[in-house]
């Protein structure tokens, strides 16, 4: 992967474990952040988020639903195709390219059609396995990719410090 220029990027940082209020003082986990940069994207196109476990996307699941998103999970041996929004383990994603020559990449093919917007939640966790080759090539040309993580790794909060400190001018 290169740089390819600086670009603007937010951070929305929430502690352990991970609940947040909303300005009506209701509590949510940060997965609901998925679903509304899912409802941001929605009127241009499908999203997928990626989860890394089968829970989580189980939760994620009940999230969109509650706030009337057209979502459809793909896991194991339940796999809703043709929903706006789709959930799913990285596993799964990586399964479907894998076996992308037993049905002539129809299925693959087909989850990644008209996907406007990858979502990552717990980022964190797709350092070294299949996620960050897929994200780097079989979906390389969809426009939006963002990862979400509680989970910040020490390293590299040390790095953000120690380059912040760099640039204060005394």
């Known amino acids: 992967i290169e740089r390819d220029g600086i670009e603007d990027c937010y951070d929305i940082s929430i502690e352990e474990p991970h609940l947040y209020y909303d300005a009506n003082d209701i509590l949510h986990h ?7 940069l899912c409802k941001l994207v929605e009127d241009h196109g499908r999203t997928i988020t990626i989860v890394p476990s089968k829970s989580l996307v189980v939760q994620t699941e009940v999230d ?3 706030i009337g998103l057209d979502t459809g999970v793909f896991y194991g041996e339940k796999k809703e195709e043709n929903k706006h929004h789709t959930i799913m383990t990285w596993q799964s994603l990586s399964s479907a390219w894998k076996n992308r020559h037993d049905d002539d990449g129809e299925l693959f093919l087909s989850l990644i059609d008209g996907v406007v917007a990858v979502i990552v939640d717990e980022s964190h966790t797709g350092k070294g396995n299949n996620l ?3 994200l780097s090539n079989q979906l390389s040309h969809i426009p939006l990719r963002w990862g979400l993580t509680g989970t910040i790794p020490k390293d590299a909060v040390d790095r953000f410090y120690a380059a912040s400190f760099e640039r204060i001018d005394w």
């Open 132 to 134: 960050s080759e897929l």
């Open 30 to 36: 940060n997965t609901i952040i998925t679903g509304a």
């Open 64 to 66: 969109y639903r509650n």
